[in-house]
């Protein structure tokens, strides 16, 4: 062979390998990978126009394009991991920024079993920063797509490749945390951690993103995920369990979360309102069960005594959530339909098997009836007629006035120290109107709003329940322009007291003595075969809720775990 010309472009071999075509490009160190087929890589046979490929990534394409990006991550070659996902772009500033912003070292990328177009994979590597490397491994995983536009394989793009609790706009930073280390005590002075209290993970993120700065301690050196931003036009959490429901309120930041710590800062210290036998009750209680929120406060003081949740490190349903409150709404119904004097404790009340409005017909549980009935017996019952019979008496604003200004649910304004939704009571009209009336519809709540609803109704005064005292840091608690009516609150305690007795709350609230009063409810979610169970009760100066997402009639199975807690409190 002659001698290649200067200039000359490298020449290129093909060879073949198990079924495939490598062209290997001589000199240039890379290696172009083809199919074989009809019309070879670059077209149709015939010359005419490509075929697009469709349909979903064989298992050796999944297995090609999988083991190429990892290779490329783990040389550290961005450009060519990033060349291999369907977004190139935001691939490439997540993978430089593990190295440049994180700190990491190169990563040991171990692949797992693939399932279908998914690879699992673990990630092992050393972070370094404030003199010290620590060693971090983690689990993630990976997805391999058909790109529709031209049927190329690559890896569909998500944050959470490069680790699973990335979210789009979030960055893995190491340095000096954004803020000290806090030690947040319970209402007695004993330190309340994550270990102890695992439901208070996330409010232990959110009390040092909130007072970390202002306890007097000190940053220390860590890795941790940066959030991203919220959208200024953005609302708040929706809970990913609720099919049907609305966005929250606020758009509030979600707290950054230490993965490593390099160096120990020095904490300062936050006093919150936590009660350490009561929130080791709740604990212990929710985990018992599969989906369960619960939150316990004073009524006379709106101080938060616990909260938990069935999965401490997922959404805080119990302050955050917005789910429909099923009939433990009716306590506001029934607190405006006294106050506009359409029902009487113990006047007669309808209460038929059903009920037309708005073009819906609505029914009682197993289609019950109580003919010649009070409406202490319809409330005590749960009959959902006795309310949507009243729905043409009222305005189309009523229920989300009273909520407003008498129960301070969905004004926006609460400030408990941490995160939270403050409920939702919007304007309805016709059906959904009705609908609200029984806790459906439009309307959203938690265990937070549906156990200060309870406190509300034992002493007739909003009090905003709170974490985290007032004169920590200076903020105003969220006030109503008024209070109940005095008679309608005496009823409404009246029918309370008589459900947690005689109605459909006895059998949870059996043995709690005289002081008590209760709700139970259920609401129906699309897409779910049992209803979340509810249920808001008190016992003296203690009131709690409870939701149990999918666990049927709130008397079964949101009752008991309340009435567990109010007799342990």
């Not at 020449?11 to 172009?32: C, D, E, K």
């Not at 969905?410 to 400030?415: I, K, Q």
């Not at 200076?474 to 305690?493: E, H, I, K, S, V």
């Amino acid at each position: 062979m002659g001698k290649r010309r200067r200039g000359e472009r490298p020449s290129a071999r093909p060879v073949l390998l198990g079924g495939t075509i490598a062209v290997v490009v001589a000199g240039a160190g890379l290696t172009a990978w083809a199919l074989s087929g009809d019309g070879g890589p670059g077209g149709a046979a015939g010359g005419g126009k490509p075929e697009i490929p469709k349909g979903p990534p064989s298992a050796v394409e999944v297995s090609r394009t999988a083991e190429g990006f990892l290779t490329a991550w783990r040389g550290g070659d961005v450009e060519a991991a990033a060349a291999l996902t369907d977004d190139a772009s935001a691939a490439r500033a997540a993978l430089t920024g593990f190295r440049k912003d994180a700190k990491a070292g190169a990563p040991v990328l171990t692949p797992g079993t693939k399932a279908g177009a998914t690879l699992p994979f673990t990630v092992r590597t050393t972070v370094t920063g404030g003199g010290n490397s620590e060693p971090l491994s983690y689990g993630s995983e990976l997805t391999v797509v058909r790109r529709a536009s031209d049927g190329k394989v690559l890896v569909g793009w998500k944050p959470s490749v490069v680790h699973p609790e990335l979210k789009a706009g979030d960055r893995l930073v190491t340095g000096d945390a954004g803020t000290p280390p806090i030690k947040a005590l319970d209402r007695s002075g004993g330190e309340l951690t994550a270990k102890k209290y695992p439901s208070l993970v996330g409010v232990l993120d959110a009390l040092r993103e909130r007072y970390g700065d202002k306890a007097g301690g000190k940053p220390g050196v860590e890795l941790r995920i940066v959030r991203a931003a919220p959208d200024k036009d953005a609302k708040g959490p929706k809970d990913a369990a609720d099919a049907t429901g609305t966005a929250g309120s606020k758009a509030e930041k979600v707290p950054d979360k230490t993965l490593l710590t390099l160096a120990e800062g020095t904490p300062g210290t936050v006093r919150t309102t936590i009660d350490a036998g009561a929130q080791s009750a709740a604990e212990k209680e929710t985990a018992k069960r599969k989906q369960a929120s619960v939150v316990l406060l004073k009524p006379s003081s709106g101080e938060i005594l616990a909260v938990a949740n069935s999965r401490p490190e997922g959404f805080n349903t119990a302050f955050q959530g917005s789910l429909a409150p099923g009939s433990t709404m009716k306590i506001v119904s029934a607190a405006l339909l006294l106050e506009k004097d359409l029902a009487k404790s113990d006047k007669k009340h309808p209460c038929p098997k059903y009920s037309s409005y708005g073009g819906w017909k609505f029914q009682n549980l197993e289609k019950f009836q109580i003919k010649n009935g009070t409406f202490r017996a319809s409330f005590a019952s749960s009959c959902n007629t006795a309310f949507i019979t009243q729905s043409k008496k009222l305005k189309d604003d009523d229920l989300t006035k009273l909520a407003q200004d008498v129960f301070g649910l969905g004004r926006d304004n609460w400030s408990i120290g941490v995160p939270s939704f403050d409920g939702s009571v919007p304007v309805q009209q016709d059906a959904s109107k009705a609908a609200s009336l029984i806790g459906q519809g439009g309307v959203r709540a938690n265990p937070l709003n549906m156990a200060s609803v309870a406190a509300t109704a034992k002493t007739g005064t909003f009090k905003q329940p709170y974490l985290v005292a007032p004169d920590v840091d200076d903020r105003t608690l969220a006030r109503t322009p008024r209070a109940m009516d005095g008679d309608a609150q005496r009823q409404l305690r009246d029918l309370l007291q008589y459900t947690a007795t005689s109605g459909s709350a006895a059998e949870a609230m059996a043995g709690l003595g005289a002081d008590i009063g209760a709700k139970t409810g259920s609401a129906e979610v699309d897409g779910q075969k049992k209803p979340n169970g509810w249920f808001t009760a008190w016992r003296g100066d203690v009131a709690a809720a409870a939701v149990v997402q999918e666990g049927g009639r709130g008397g079964k199975s949101a009752g008991p775990l309340v009435a567990k807690l109010l007799k342990s409190s």
